[in-house]
């Protein structure tokens, strides 16, 4: 099968600071992909080039097989850093699933828009929060929101940046949860960004551990030791739940 995002010698640098060096990964169909990493290892750039919104990168990359600006966007489901979210916004929880179909924001939803946003709450159990404004919802049923949202046009790749940063633990299982279950049915492709090692060796099949510099791109158990961590990080924080992992 063809692999969803592939990049060969991927580099970025704003104004001659480098962010991002030599990334190569190729990340197939249906996998739960973590990008791992400290604040400022370039997870977030390398978000930007695969959403085709930084363009000026050296080296190659393909997404679906295309430059990353020329992807039909229906085929990506992409879930924002929850601290950009402005929860005072005057809106309700199915307007904001519905503007993930319609490009301007949708006041007034009908028909087949206000269906398929109904659906895609309905794959994250929330179809009770429709009509609910967004300033009256918890961190994670906003987040839940957020996440059928990006579901709404049925994409094959999900992308998600910090998902659980300002949700609880159960929120933050409830979400894998979620994208585990949209994976299972739709064979989707998850790519998330987190700086928690804990949670990306629990639940990806593959993680890029980045410091800048692709530090390793395996198994998580494989790119996620204790020396790659050091190398990452500078520390392990928590060895001795390191160590009980399985
Ligand atoms: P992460 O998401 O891993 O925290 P980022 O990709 O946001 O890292 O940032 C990588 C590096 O690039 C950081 O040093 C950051 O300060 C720098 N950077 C990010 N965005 C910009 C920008 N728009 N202009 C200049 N430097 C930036």
């Not at 659906?119 to 967004?134: G, I, M, N, P, Q």
């Amino acid at each position: 099968m063809k692999n969803v995002v592939e990049s060969k010698n991927l580099s970025f640098s704003y104004n001659g600071i480098l962010a991002l060096s030599d990334i190569n990964i190729s990340i197939p169909q249906g996998k739960f992909v973590s990008i791992v990493g400290p604040n400022g290892a370039g997870k977030t750039t390398l978000l930007k080039i695969i959403l085709g919104l930084i363009k000026n990168y050296s080296g190659t990359i393909k997404v679906f097989d295309k430059n990353p600006d020329e992807v039909d966007p229906a085929l990506i489901g992409y879930v924002p850093q929850f601290k950009t979210m402005d929860r005072k916004f005057p809106a309700i929880a199915i307007e904001l699933v519905a503007s993930g179909i319609i490009r301007k924001w949708p006041w007034r939803i009908r028909g087949k828009s206000k269906q398929l946003a109904y659906e895609a709450l309905s794959l994250v159990k929330s179809e009770h929060l429709a009509e609910r404004s967004l300033s009256s919802l918890s961190g994670g049923e906003l987040q839940r929101v957020c996440l059928a949202r990006s579901f709404v046009r049925n994409p094959k790749l999900i992308v998600l940046d910090e998902p659980a940063t300002g949700i609880d633990a159960i929120g933050e299982s409830d979400l894998y949860n979620l994208l585990e279950n949209y994976q299972s049915k739709s064979g989707a492709t998850v790519l998330m960004i987190t700086h928690d090692w804990h949670v990306a060796l629990h639940h990806s099949d593959l993680v890029l551990l980045l410091n800048r510099r692709q530090i390793a791109f395996a198994s998580p158990k494989e790119a996620l030791s204790e020396d790659n961590l050091r190398i990452a990080f500078g520390h392990i924080g928590h060895q001795h739940n390191f160590r009980g992992e399985n």
